[in-house]
């Protein structure tokens, strides 16, 4: 099997992929086989060194992310027939979708208000330092000597309180960010392979 033999039957053992992915994998598969003829092999040792065709047409089959898989399953082959579906499907798909976006926005905007509430209650507990003293000058002013004491004490003890809760949030922080990153990797892997995949690939076929 030559070159060219072998990009037909990956494209038609590809079936119904989204021609992106598929014209992206056959371009991948004959810039190995390139790459091989330029260190010495033949065309059709080059070809047969990537092994089986189903095998490898399966294994890009299982890469493709969830959605553009589905997508293509649905294809009909028709571009008209394709729109008049959408449009009749459309009370079915699109209160979907608005759903898992909004679904999606919710999560994220739930990790950051926890973020801004754990900051903002550092940032009051440290305020609590500079309210004492105005609330012991304010005592001090109208004769409660003793209620401005304890009203700078609770204050400065809130501000420590408040500073020792710096370095948890801090942490904690970093690792809510972490999340959100984590969370929009994995909504990205619906949609779009891996930018690690054809190198998984490479290091397979070598």
């Known amino acids: 099997m030559n070159k060219t033999e072998f990009s037909q039957a990956l494209r038609r053992a590809l079936g119904k992929l989204p ?11 004959e810039e ?3 790459d091989r003829m330029e260190d010495g092999m033949r065309e059709e040792e ?21 959605i553009p898989k589905a997508i293509a399953k649905a294809n009909t082959g028709s571009r008209t027939l394709n729109v008049v579906l959408l449009v009749v499907f459309s009370p079915l798909w699109v209160p979907v979708v608005l759903v ?3 679904a999606v926005f919710m999560v994220y905007l739930s990790i950051w208000m926890v973020i801004v509430a754990l900051w903002t209650t550092v940032a009051v507990l440290i305020l609590c330092a500079p309210i004492g003293f105005f609330l012991l000058a304010w005592c001090l002013a109208n004769g ?10 609770a204050g400065l003890a809130a501000s420590g309180l408040g500073l020792f809760a ?21 909504v990205k892997s619906r949609f779009v392979k891996p930018d690690g995949s054809n190198k998984q690939k490479e290091a397979r076929h070598v």
């Open 19 to 29: 021609s992106y992915e598929v014209e992206q994998s056959i371009a991948f598969y």
């Open 32 to 34: 190995m086989i390139a």
């Open 46 to 66: 080059a070809v047969a060194a990537l092994g089986p065709v189903e095998a490898i047409a399966a294994q890009i089959i299982a890469e493709t992310p969830p």
């Open 100 to 102: 898992l976006a909004l």
């Open 144 to 153: 409660y000597p003793l209620t401005g004491l304890f009203q700078l004490g």
């Open 166 to 186: 710096w370095f948890g949030v801090l942490a904690a922080s970093k690792g809510l960010v972490s999340l959100t990153g984590t969370f929009g990797r994995w």
